[in-house]
């Protein structure tokens, strides 16, 4: 008798903490999987947007700086809410402002505007840190 009961006790416990270890085990799965996805999100969306950026970027010219700069900005506010990076910040500031100087230019000469394109899509390939 006394061993049933014995028995039926390590029983109880070890499907206790079976329980208990698989609950455990299944919060601390779910919390690794919502990180992991929360990531993967991420660095799919800094893709999408430093790619939709570097496209604007280079089909601007001097004749659609203006039409550009409104995309520019567009995409630049999506970067700005998704990534904390002051540095990143203050590059696209600097850019669309030279942009718009270029802009009020009458005559904008085609290798400045060129090298401040390349300087500004060199830039984002370095701060993609997928």
Known sequence: MLNVTLLTAVAKSALVGAVATKIVDTLISSKINNKIEQNKWLRNTKVELFSKLTEDILSTDST??????????????????LINDRKLSDKIENYTNTLIKFNDNERVEKSALSLVNKDMISFLSRNIKL
Not at 73 to 80: D, G, L, P, Q
């Open 64 to 81: 659609n700086i203006t039409l550009q700069l409104r995309e520019i900005r567009k995409t630049s506010a999506k970067i700005i809410l």
